[in-house]
């Protein structure tokens, strides 16, 4: 199983910043889209950015303006900065990573998850 890993979660105050990163572990040529996406106790998984490979990117209103994401060809990595974080930003932050293999077999892949905790 193909899995992305994950970094730079962590503690934070309320209004503090962070970034995460993630390392694809696929060939960058395979890549259609990268992604973040996260989970709160008790909620279901929510979207947080995803950028294709055209160079689209989608947020929605909840981290619009907040976070951002860009990704490094040359490293294939993809990466969040979080700014004016909130409490309700604490979550298990996942990285995906959605491509095509060859004979075009599509991959879905998550990444293990990395805490973001942002308290005072």
């Known amino acids: 199983q193909v899995q992305p890993v994950e970094s730079g979660g962590g503690l934070v105050q309320p209004g503090g910043s962070l970034t995460l990163s993630c390392a694809a572990s696929?060939?960058?040529?395979?890549?259609?889209?990268m992604g973040w996406y996260r989970q709160a106790p008790g909620k279901q998984r929510e979207l947080v950015a995803t950028l294709t490979r055209s160079g689209t990117t989608n947020y929605p209103d909840s981290v619009k303006g907040r976070f951002t994401i860009s990704s490094d060809i040359a490293k294939n990595t993809v990466s969040l900065q979080m700014n004016s974080l909130k409490p309700e930003d604490t979550a298990v932050y996942y990285c995906?990573?959605?491509?095509?293999?060859?004979?075009?077999?599509?991959?879905?892949?998550w990444g293990q998850g990395t805490q973001v905790t942002v308290s005072s």
């Open positions: 995906n990573v959605q491509g095509t293999m060859a004979r075009g077999i599509p991959y879905d892949d």
């Open positions: 696929r060939s960058i040529f395979s890549i259609n889209v």
